[in-house]
T-cell receptor, first 113, second 107 residues
Framework: DVKVTQSSRYLVKRTGEKVFLECVQD?????MFWYRQDPGLGLRLIYF???????EKGDIPEGYSVSREKKERFSLILESASTNQTSMYLC????????????FGPGTRLLVL | AQRVTQPEKLLSVFKGAPVELKCNYS??????LFWYVQYSRQRLQLLLR??SRESIKGFTADLNKGETSFHLKKPFAQEEDSAMYYC?????????FGTGTRLTIIP
């Protein structure tokens, strides 16, 4: 069974702080993804990675960066948090090859004050 | 670019009544479509995918390429079906999600 974990369920930060969200998977999946989930907007892809040290911009990368130093770990970084980054952040993983489903973590609800 | 549209943000259905959640897509290639579900306080999980053509929890979805639709259906709604449902299209190993439909089953 795929296990995808995220470092925090809830996080409260102040405007301007640097924020790190971590995602860890234990199934040796090549692909990892970061989404944000907002009411009425669905899930929007921020960044994804096909392999270690590789990253690709998604649909809304502005204000975010990512790091993938190890296969099992994918970090989302908010360089200078802003109130419009208050959201639910979801990590997902999938096997390489393009035809398999994605497995999601439990999410991190971030509040930026 | 691909696009997924779910026209209903909210849908309320009586228990035992049929359910249909609408999904339309636009994509120039051959689509790979999914329905994901998120129950209260649970993580987002796959409900079904069109390629497997199976029924999960009584739900089915048929890909209609002519109408570019992938509607989710269930003949008799149950209270445990209350959840958030997302339609998604897979292209280039990335998922594009619709905005979601919150389904509420009225007892």
């Amino acid at each position: 069974d795929v296990k995808v974990t995220q470092s925090s369920r809830y996080l409260v930060k102040r405007t301007g702080e640097k924020v790190f969200l971590e995602c860890v998977q234990d199934m040796d999946h090549e692909n990892m993804f970061w989404y944000r989930q907002d009411p009425g907007l669905g899930l929007r892809l921020i960044y994804f990675s096909y392999d270690v040290k590789m990253k690709e911009k998604g649909d809304i990368p502005e204000g975010y960066s990512v790091s993938r130093e190890k296969k099992e770990r994918f970090s989302l970084i908010l360089e200078s948090a802003s109130t419009n980054q208050t959201s639910m952040y979801l990590c997902a993983t999938s096997i390489a090859g393009g035809q398999e489903t994605q497995y999601f973590g439990p999410g991190t609800r971030l509040l930026v004050l | 670019a691909q696009r997924v549209t779910q026209p209903e943000k909210l849908l309320s259905v009586f228990k035992g009544a049929p359910v249909e959640l609408k999904c339309n897509y636009s994509y120039s290639g051959s689509p790979e479509l999914f329905w994901y579900v998120q129950y209260s306080r649970q993580r987002l999980q796959l409900l079904l995918r069109h390629i497997s053509r199976e029924s999960i929890k009584g739900f089915t979805a048929d890909l209609n390429k002519g109408e570019t639709s992938f509607h989710l259906k269930k003949p008799f709604a149950q209270e445990e079906d209350s959840a958030m449902y997302y339609c998604a299209l897979l292209a280039y190993e990335k998922l594009t999600f619709g905005t979601g439909t919150r389904l509420t089953i009225i007892p």
